[in-house]
């Protein structure tokens, strides 16, 4: 799926992503290639962005929202 | 007719401030576009967390109703004055007083530029909160105090209305001070506000053209933990970011008004120096003038 991580700042993260995961105001997720259209909002902790090939990569995230549409791309606004 | 000694310190002033007015011109030159970028930057946050909002308001059938945007009679006023540090930017700051004026009655007031304070606490307004440093390059964490400030306030009904007065960048040199309310919040302002987020003409303009925006109308999404308290914590945001904006906006609007008028002082110098150097040119000519009819006159009645 195609991750999108913006900031006030612009965009931090852009890319084929296999899956990511991340705490919600309702627990810790793990979005994966075509879930269900999702909107939820982010609490403090951290996000991993797992991408092809298994890496991972770390990212603090404070508050924000994410938003999964029906065509497999997945939005995440951060503060 | 001046003494040379006069005319040439006189020469030698203009020409100093004129360099410093160049040089000033060209770091706000630099500060502008950086300004400007930094609203770019913003942008396709600002989109996104509106298109958010679309979608979720879609799922309350008769209107949203948060918490934020809840509009009772109007008991006090806070003010919020966004002006600059520094002067020396033409009318930049006279212009935004001249608009206070018309809001003395308010109740409180919050600043944003020492100019601001210092004008509102002369007044004798009651200044709440007072920021500054942020002329340069604001960044979204140094703006959150003033917008917690702003929402915690209207939550506690400390004031029932919450209005900026700052100055909206259009082109370079044109810029406007507007009255914008900021609460309660009206999405459709919020709406503006993100397409005010390109300038009108310049370098990022063009990014006006592709902001059409997209509404695809399916409300199937899961929402977690629910429909109102996802839009309830969207909202906050939303009015940071557009605080947010306000702060770019005068940033790049601060800039532009000091580099035209940095640009019209170094202008004025310039042609002070050429009318000052052609006195000069004349002082000295006469000088010599002199000096031949003195060794004339002498040598013709020696002989």
């Given at each position: 799926m195609n991750l999108k991580i913006i900031s006030l700042k612009g965009a931090q993260f852009e890319g084929e992503v296999v899956g990511f995961n991340v705490k919600t105001a309702a627990g810790e997720i793990t979005i994966l290639d075509h879930h269900r259209p999702i909107i939820s909002s982010l609490i403090l902790g951290a996000a991993v962005i797992i991408g092809k090939d298994e890496n991972r990569q770390a990212m603090p995230i404070k508050s924000g929202f994410l938003e999964m549409d029906k065509k497999n791309n997945l939005t995440v606004l951060i503060d | 007719m001046e003494s040379l000694q006069s005319l040439k310190s006189r020469l030698r002033a203009v020409k100093n401030i004129g360099q410093i007015t160049k040089a000033m011109e060209v770091v706000s030159a630099t500060k502008m576009r950086r300004a400007q970028e930094a609203a770019l930057n913003s942008r396709p946050y600002a989109f996104e967390a509106l298109r958010l909002l679309d979608k979720v308001s879609r799922v309350f059938k008769n209107g949203a109703i948060v918490p934020l945007g809840e509009s009772r009679p109007v008991k006090a006023t806070l003010v919020i004055v966004v002006s600059s540090?520094?002067?020396?930017?033409?009318?930049f700051n006279t212009q935004i007083f001249r608009i206070i004026d018309n809001f003395t009655a308010a109740d409180f007031f919050i600043t944003v530029g020492k100019k601001a304070d210092r004008f509102c606490s002369g007044r004798g307004f009651k200044v709440i909160e007072r920021f500054s440093g942020w002329g340069d390059y604001a960044e979204p964490r140094e703006c959150d105090p003033l917008a917690s400030a702003v929402i915690d306030g209207f939550l506690r009904k400390k004031w029932d209305r919450a209005i900026a007065i700052s100055t909206h960048f259009r082109t370079t040199l044109k810029q406007e001070v507007l009255v914008r309310q900021i609460l309660p919040v009206d999405f459709e302002k919020i709406r503006e506000t993100a397409r005010e987020l390109v300038p009108e003409s310049g370098r990022w303009a063009e990014l006006r053209k592709n902001m059409a925006d997209d509404a695809n109308h399916d409300n199937d999404y899961i929402f977690e933990p629910s429909p109102s308290e996802a839009l309830s914590a969207l909202v906050p945001h939303l009015v940071r970011m557009q605080i947010y904006h306000l702060i770019l906006e005068a940033n790049a609007s601060e800039h532009s008004a000091r580099m035209v008028a940095m640009k019209s002082a170094s202008d004025n110098a310039e042609e002070l120096s050429g009318e000052i150097t052609l006195d000069y040119n004349k002082a000295r000519q006469a000088g010599i003038t002199k000096e031949i009819i003195e060794i004339v006159g002498t040598q013709t009645a020696m002989t």
């Open positions: - | 540090d520094r002067g020396l930017a033409g009318s």
